[in-house]
């Protein structure tokens, strides 16, 4: 900054330390703002009005950076939002390709139904997050055995009762919707899917997904307004005071299918 003998002044913008020195025998300020490659940048400022201007351009110059930033940020949200939403549209369609027109031939081999179903679905959906928030409250007293057995047993379950529940119901069609909706937290969004029966009603089902370890995966799904997280949580929690809180004999004798005859009982009302 050169021979400074006066005295120094000093505020913090939204960007780089810019001093303030009034030099002996000098009527006006000068101003020196040390870049990030330490070469000064000096502005001769002749009276306080255009130190005025000054500072409020630089606040203002501050405030048009911060809603770029912001604008980049929206940007990258809604390229989150789309990635998730690609994930979801991606896996019905290849669902479709392989299922539509033969309801028939699954009925008699539901076992490459649930096969077609596990390589579609596994990769896509965290079982292993998914059955700890069904556990709830019973999760921290659980071995770490116990968790593991649970996550297998519940994504077995909820395979073979998909399984089920596609070789029994009749549908029309399987629509994604065209955008995801943001949750109310900020790394969830909702992918919604217009499922159309036969006889021509409309069932609404929404995925959630939330990112875990840097991609979008499954978390729960909501079907014609039942939360199945929710439902299966409280399955978990009226069988362990079944039980008298055996985690083992809750486990090995888990059944997703409860969820889903809840779910079939609406549609029927």
């Known amino acids: 900054m050169g021979d400074v003998r006066g005295a120094r002044r000093s505020c913090q913008l939204n960007g780089p330390t810019v001093l303030l020195s009034q030099p002996d025998g000098l009527q006006g300020y000068q101003w020196t703002e040390e870049s990030l490659d330490s070469s000064p940048i000096k502005i001769e400022v002749k009276d306080m009005a255009s130190l005025t201007m000054i500072k409020r351009g630089m606040t203002a110059l501050a405030g048009m950076m911060l809603l770029f930033g912001m604008a980049i940020s929206m940007t990258a949200q809604a390229a989150d939002d789309q990635q998730a939403l690609q994930i979801v549209t991606q896996r019905i369609d290849q669902l479709k390709q392989k299922v539509d027109g033969r309801s028939a031939y699954y009925r008699q081999h539901q076992g490459e139904l649930r096969q077609l179903l596990e390589q579609t679905i596994v990769p896509v959906a965290d079982f292993p997050y998914i059955s ?138």
């Not at 991609?215 to 978990?236: A, C, D, S």
């Open 132 to 269: 700890a928030r069904v556990m709830g409250p019973y999760y921290r007293g659980a071995s770490v055995q116990q968790r593991a057995d649970f996550a297998k047993s519940f994504q077995n379950s909820a395979l073979d009762t998909l399984t089920q529940g596609l070789v029994s119901f009749d549908y029309e069609s399987l629509n994604v919707a065209s955008s995801a909706l943001r949750s109310r937290y900020d790394d969830q969004v909702d992918v919604a899917l217009d499922v159309t029966s036969g006889d021509g009603k409309h069932y609404p089902v929404s995925f959630t997904m939330g990112v875990r370890n840097g991609e979008w995966k499954v978390i729960n799904v909501i079907v014609n307004g039942i939360n199945l997280g929710l439902t299966f949580r409280n399955q978990f929690d009226q069988s362990m005071r079944q039980n008298g809180n055996n985690y083992d004999t809750v486990i090995s004798h888990w059944d997703s299918g409860q969820a889903l005859n809840e779910v079939q009982s609406q549609q029927s009302k």
